[in-house]
């Protein structure tokens, strides 16, 4: 129920009651006397209202004036009639001269009037006369009259304005306690002098109106000590949070007690002025918002005083809400990916963790997707970082966008997100949800003038058959997500138990690999590369293998690529790299020339700092080989990324002496527009266009990389030679170096010498 509803509910029947009691008692039948006498006590009536409002203050809660003594005296000369009829007439124009509006000065002229006819009923039990059991007697009519009207007004405050009524009692007791008797005295001497002459009550007004100074300087004194202590409680209390969202109800709700207004909000906006309506900027010119209040209580209207107190605590709240906006921001840092704005891993471990409690109390299931962008290195290496950046702002974007309001979407780190779906029936509905994931992804977008196309990899563990936990669902969805990507990316792998056991064995392969380094368990074989005209060997190439302790011999396929994801390729190439110089220096103190010595190089080493280039220097140094019989494979990913450094970093090497060839030419991101740029010596076609080549059909790919090579006048070899036909094609179409097993596969050291005949 509103409050308004509130106070028509309470002010209507103490209104009517009054009605009944004035029509009760009657018009005054006395003379001009009585009628002179009863305008002059409704004129001082009215006059110690009005007076009284203006000097206290509307936060002093009741307004204390000395009108016990002005009902004293009447009750002693006047007749019951006209003591109602100047205490209604004289209350209600008393409050409008004082600013009340119309139905507050009709409830406290109502409960007036029956306050002084309590204290008339008990008069007309008296003997009458103006004898002392008289006085007497209306001594205690005064005081029932006050008691009365007390317990009205807080009856009111208590039902309407939902204020607490013991502690209101117990201050108004104190009060009446302190000045009810005074006040009834004066009263009296006033009403015993106006049975002699009616001049006499004059002499009342002086201590009357000093009486009611001193009323209203105690009261407001009392008032504002209130509202000092209410204001620095409402400080207290409005710092005492850091959520803005807490600090704002703690301040509206300070505002509306300590104003005793209806109503308090925060705007964004300085609203429009308005006469119920009082607003004060929060912070510096309003950059925090404004507090607008309105609607005072009490039937009043804002003054001076009010907007001093809303101003302060305006400051106050101002002030409270930078440090909650701060803290608001701290948070969200905390708690959310600064590029994308996406939640973090903290944030999301926590929303999962919710999601499993949910649906394991409602017997349901929840899913969590990790979403990996397809080859994203290759566009932070050929377009740079912040063109990768603005890529991952935008697949956050998509990602967020193609979910429901319920879903979570999060980014872990580097290019990979994560998405909680709860509340799915089954795998198949999270395998729609997951599917609007993956379109969203395919869509094209425009990033730095280049239009892309990229493609992401999603694994899905779903609760409670792939986890009992959010951690678990995170950890089976990642291994489900690198299961989509081996098996050919742009697609969505469910998790099952096997998946774990691949897992872990990737990761002991990883630990494997790193401790194969420091045991010297990889050995180098070398393969021949020979001329295709004459059929002389003119080189080998060193391949990388692994003698694993249990598993036998491996191939590169077999760690290198493990190798690259955890760091450990840099290691691994320097160590191919002295070994294959080491064995070319053998050799050639052997007097055994093999020709130029071919060796695999990541291209990371070309896009670091000048360590390799140092180090290839040393190296040469140590070993005393022939820059010349040096050369060093690198495969088209060199060209990408940050290709000014790679291209001076490759022109140094080749200043040594040592060749450069491009290795598996055509199966990356491609050369042909900035080949030129780079110094390169050779060419070397991939065995996947090398196979095309049959005795019924040629491979066009193949010619064409053959007549570019030759156009820029570099040397081409083809790899993955198997046939007689290959072998043929390639010579008829200009290509005249060859290795593969036509020729010899990769073999050790001492049985590539048997091959040579050495």
């Known amino acids: 129920m509103s409050r308004e509803r509130r106070a028509l509910l309470v002010s209507a029947p103490a209104v009517a009651g009054a009605l009944i009691v004035l029509c009760r008692f009657g018009a005054p039948t006395g003379g001009r006397e009585t009628i002179v006498l009863l305008i002059a006590f409704a004129l001082t009536q009215a006059g110690s209202w009005a007076w009284s409002t203006h000097l206290q203050h509307r936060f002093s809660g009741e307004v204390w004036h000395p009108n016990l003594a002005i009902l004293t005296s009447a009750l002693v000369l006047l007749e019951p009639s006209a003591v109602l009829f100047y205490v209604t007439l004289g209350t209600a124009v008393g409050n409008l001269m004082g600013g009340a509006r119309f139905r507050a000065a009709l409830t406290n002229a109502a409960f007036d009037c029956l ?67 005074f006040l009834i005295l004066c009263g009296l001497v006033a ?46 209390f409005v710092h005492a949070s850091v959520d803005s969202r807490t600090v704002g109800m703690a301040v509206t709700d300070a505002a509306k007690r300590l104003l005793r207004c209806e109503s308090a909000h925060i705007s964004v906006e300085e609203p429009a002025p308005a006469g119920d309506v009082m607003a004060v900027p929060l912070g510096e010119n309003g950059l925090t918002g404004w507090l607008v209040v309105a609607a005072p209580r009490f039937g009043e209207r804002f003054d001076e005083g009010d907007a001093e107190l809303l101003r302060a605590l305006g400051a106050i709240a101002g002030t409270a809400l930078s440090n909650a906006a701060l803290v608001d921001t701290i948070r969200h840092q905390g708690l959310h990916d600064r590029l994308t704005g996406l939640p973090n891993q903290v944030l999301f471990e926590d929303r999962a963790g919710q999601a499993v409690i949910a649906a394991r109390r409602s017997r349901g299931r929840c899913a969590v997707a990790v979403v990996d962008v397809d080859h994203f290195a290759k566009i932070n290496q050929s377009l740079g970082h912040a063109a990768g950046n603005d890529l ?16 979570t979407v999060a980014r872990l780190g580097a290019d990979e997100f994560t998405v909680l779906i709860p509340d799915v029936v089954d795998v198949d509905e999270a395998l729609v949800h997951v599917q609007r994931l993956l379109d969203s992804v395919r869509r094209p977008l425009m990033i730095d003038g280049h239009e892309l196309f ?18 678990h669902l995170l950890r089976n969805a990642d291994t489900a997500m690198h299961r989509a990507k081996s098996a050919g990316r742009d697609t969505v792998r469910m998790y099952d138990a096997p998946m774990n056991a691949t897992a872990r064995q990737r990761l002991v392969r990883e630990g494997e690999v790193h401790n194969a380094l420091l045991r010297d368990e990889f050995r180098l074989h070398y393969q021949p590369q020979v001329d295709l005209v004459t059929g002389s060997l003119i080189g080998v190439e060193a391949l990388v293998r692994w003698e694993h302790p249990t598993l036998g011999l491996l191939g590169p396929h077999e760690f290198v690529p493990l190798a690259e994801e955890s760091g450990l390729i840099m290691a691994l190439d320097s160590w ?19 020709g130029r010595m071919a060796v695999n190089m990541s291209g990371r080493h070309f896009q670091s700092t000048d360590r390799f280039y140092d180090r290839l220097v040393g190296l040469l140094d140590d070993t005393g080989i022939d820059p010349c019989l040096l050369e060093l494979e690198v495969t088209e990913g060199i060209a990408v990324g940050e290709q000014d450094s790679a291209a001076a970093m490759l022109q140094r090497v080749r200043e040594l002496g040592v060749s450069l060839a491009i290795d598996d030419f055509g199966t990356g991101y491609s050369m042909l527009g900035r080949l030129q740029q780079f110094p390169i010596d050779k060419l070397k076609i991939d065995r996947s266009f090398v196979s095309d080549i049959s005795e ?39 290509c005249f170096q060859a290795q593969g097993w036509l020729y010899g596969k990769a073999v050790p050291p001492s049985e590539l010498m048997a091959w040579l005949g050495v």
């Open 115 to 181: 306050a002084a006819a309590v204290a008339l009923t008990l008069l007309a039990l008296g003997p009458g006369g103006a004898g002392a059991g008289t006085f007497g007697l209306v001594a205690l009519g005064a005081i029932l009259s006050l008691v009365t009207g007390e317990l009205l007004v807080v009856a009111y405050l208590s039902l309407v304005e939902r204020q607490p009524a013991r502690p209101v009692l117990i201050a108004d007791a104190r009060f009446m306690v302190l000045w009810a008797p």
């Open 191 to 236: 009403g015993g002098a106006g049975l002699h002459a009616q001049w006499l009550l004059l002499l009342l007004l002086p201590p009357l109106t000093a009486v009611q100074r001193g009323l209203a300087e105690f009261v407001k004194a009392r008032a504002e000590r209130e509202r000092n202590r209410e204001l620095l409680e409402a400080a207290t």
């Open 392 to 407: 991952l702002q935008v697949i956050g974007s998509r990602l967020a966008g193609a979910c429901r309001e319920a879903d």
């Open 454 to 471: 990229m493609t992401a990899s999603v694994g899905v563990a779903i609760f409670p058959e792939d986890g009992e936990r959010a951690s």
């Open 576 to 594: 191919v790299l002295r070994t294959a110089c080491m064995q070319l220096a053998d050799w050639a103190s052997a007097g055994i020339a093999p």
């Open 696 to 734: 019924t059909m040629g491979a066009p790919i193949v010619v064409a990389m053959i007549a570019l090579a030759r156009s820029l006048d570099i040397e081409v070899l083809a790899e993955g030679v198997e046939t007689e036909a290959q072998a043929e094609f390639l010579r008829a179409h200009g």
